[in-house]
């Protein structure tokens, strides 16, 4: 249970939380000749970097992974119909994390304890995170 959260968490900093800090800290840079200008521009960029960064992990899903779900074994499938979801899908549930956020962050670690172990995106969007076999 432990080891399937932990990989789904470093699935979501690999995809979504690094790029995101390095495109922030890129067009930070580019626009203001720093990494951190401060005040509203600095939300304004963390907000786009964050949307774009979503939008690519989302485009660049197949067979319900992205990138970072097939390096790290994790696969995304429909609640009932254990199908694996398109990139659409996979947007939408991206989108939908932002419950996770609005609860503190409590959403990402509601996988600890419930019995789906979905967080608040996964209830959303209907779907569950599994564990895939390694390939032969």
């Known amino acids: 249970m432990l080891t399937l959260w932990l990989r789904r968490a470093a699935a979501y900093i690999l995809r979504i ?3 995101a800090s390095l495109l922030s800290q890129l067009i930070g840079t580019l626009l203001f000749g ?4 401060g005040g ?3 939300t304004w960029i963390g907000c786009a970097s964050l949307l774009a960064a979503g939008v690519i992990s989302a485009l ?3 067979n319900g992974q992205s990138w970072a779900h097939q ?3 994790l696969q995304v499938l429909d609640q009932e119909s254990s199908a694996p979801i398109s990139a659409r899908r996979m ?3 991206e989108l939908a994390h932002l419950a996770d956020f609005a609860s503190l962050c409590i959403g990402f670690l509601w996988p600890l304890w419930d019995s789906q172990r979905q967080t608040f ?3 959303i969007v209907s ?3 599994v564990s895939v076999d390694k390939p032969e």
């Open 34 to 37: 720093k990494s951190s200008p």
């Open 127 to 129: 779907t569950v995170v």
């Open 40 to 42: 509203a521009a600095e």
């Open 71 to 73: 390096l790290l074994r």
């Open 60 to 62: 660049s899903t197949r």
């Open 121 to 123: 995106a996964d209830k």
């Open 91 to 93: 947007g939408l549930r």
């Open 17 to 19: 939380v690094l790029p």
